[in-house]
């Protein structure tokens, strides 16, 4: 009877489900460190191969051809290279959208303005602001320190402009450059060198996301406007002094100074022994 009942209870009982076996949890996989990074490899190999074929077109003697003369040109505008390298810190802050919408309308202007320089220029000299283009790069200098100033939201559409006015202001360094002869060599490699001081800095800064960026991106706008500004009125005091009238200086016959006439020097009466008298 007990082995029925047993039967029985066992039977009326539910069915218990088999609990799976909890499998060991995997480990986790390390993260690599930031060089060893795919992104930042390309990131400084493509910021390094501009300063590779820097050195070695001037360490060793040979025939410059005019891709070459453009591309160290562009090295030559100093002014504009720390400009277009403040934009690069700007778009480095932006996002991946605002980042090549800023990079397509530095290009393009780029493009445009010296496939239609001739026109443009004419244009400019019929305005008379021709005499005023030595300001040009100073206010791209300053403006592209100012753009890393303004807070996150507001620095798109300034940096914009910023990216227009550098475009503007590097196309007519190389346009009048290279006026009258329109080697389309030259002006590539002048355009590709451009291009890459813009988006060089940009890929390697955009390694190291972080709030740093934005106070090392105001020290370096700070820079920017001081030099901009030391540039301004380097190139605006010679032709201000220009503009003012020269002073009248007197005739040599008319000078009546005493400092000018002969003067007797008292002799050290010590030493006066050792002079022989005149015969």
């Not at 501009?50 to 077109?57: I, M, R, T």
């Not at 390694?207 to 106070?215: A, E, H, L, V």
Request: hydrophobic fraction near 55%; include cysteine; charged fraction near 15%.
């Amino acid at each position: 009877m007990t082995a029925r009942r047993t039967s029985k209870g066992s039977q009326n009982r539910p069915a218990t489900k088999s609990r799976p076996k909890l499998s060991a949890p995997m480990p986790a996989i390390p993260e690599k460190a930031w060089h060893q990074r795919d992104s930042f490899r390309f990131s400084a190999g493509f910021l390094g191969i501009g300063f590779v074929l820097l050195f070695f077109s001037q360490v060793f003697p040979h025939d410059y051809g005019f891709t070459e003369l453009g591309f160290l040109f562009t090295f030559s505008v100093y002014d504009l290279v720390l400009a277009m390298i403040g934009l690069g810190v700007v778009c480095a802050q932006a996002t991946a959208r605002q980042f090549a919408r800023i990079a397509l309308t530095f290009f393009g202007v780029l493009v445009v303005l010296l496939s239609l320089f001739p026109p443009i220029f004419r244009l400019i000299q019929s305005t008379g602001a021709s005499g005023y283009l030595f300001l040009v790069a100073p206010s791209a200098l300053m403006i592209s320190g100012a753009v890393l100033w303004l807070p996150g939201e507001r620095r798109f559409p300034f940096a914009i402009a910023s990216a227009v006015i550098i475009a503007f202001s590097l196309s007519l360094f190389i346009g009048l450059d290279d006026f009258g002869t329109s080697v389309f060599q030259f002006a590539m490699g002048a355009v590709l060198t451009a291009l890459w001081m813009v988006l060089a800095p940009a890929f390697l800064l955009r390694q190291f996301p972080g709030p740093w960026i934005r106070i090392a991106g105001r020290i370096i706008g700070s820079w920017l406007i001081v030099i901009g500004i030391i540039e301004l009125a380097a190139m605006y005091a010679p032709e201000l002094g220009a503009k003012l009238p020269a002073p009248q200086l007197p005739t040599p016959g008319a000078v009546e100074n005493p400092a000018f006439q002969t003067l007797q020097v008292p002799l050290d009466p010590s030493a006066a022994d050792d002079i022989a008298p005149e015969e």
